[in-house]
């Protein structure tokens, strides 16, 4: 038992450090001279992936959990990003009634890939989203991964999706 204690006790320190990520999106990390005066809609495709591919070791202690709403889970991360970064950001259904204004910017988001991998003490949910900025059909990809000690599938795909769209958003400033 004594040469089996500190085994464990480096596993459970590996746990801790490796449990999950964190971002916090703030002002400062967004251009506010770029996105003053401008309103981003953004519209998410109908052929975007609307579920989880998992691999790995995939297990749930809590028992089956409701797949997520993708298409509201990506409302609700374009939400919080445009309060946390302070951007005029909108979610819109249709790109067509938006008002002619030349500070628009009309952005369709194509969900390519949600992936949630499993190993020994980390999940990784990775999400591959492609941007078109309408009418110039200029294009950006981004990739928002969320690590985890595993959690609830809707909260972990709205922080990957956070991360793409902030990726999206820096790219878009330069």
């Known amino acids: 038992m004594k040469k089996l204690k500190p085994f464990i006790l480096i596993f459970f320190a590996f746990l801790l450090v490796s449990c999950g990520t964190s971002s916090t999106y703030n002002q400062s990390s967004i251009n506010q001279n770029f996105y003053k005066g401008k ?99 200029k294009v950006y990809k981004a990739i928002g991964i969320r690590k985890s000690g595993g959690g609830d599938p809707s909260n972990n795909l709205r922080k990957s999706l956070k991360v793409a769209n902030y990726k999206f958003l820096k790219e878009l400033e330069k």
Do not use: C, H, R
């Open 39 to 137: 309103t981003i809609y953004v519209m998410q495709s109908f052929e975007s992936k609307d579920f989880i591919s998992y691999k790995g070791m995939v297990g749930n202690v809590l028992g089956p959990s409701m797949p997520p709403n993708v298409k509201e889970v990506f409302k609700q991360s374009i939400k919080e990003l445009a309060v946390e970064t302070n951007t005029n950001l909108k979610v819109v259904d249709n790109l067509d009634n938006i008002p002619t204004d030349p500070s628009a910017v009309l952005v369709y988001a194509k969900i390519t890939n949600i992936v949630w991998s499993f190993g020994l003490s980390v999940a990784t949910l990775t999400t591959d989203v492609t941007y078109t900025i309408k009418p110039e059909e």
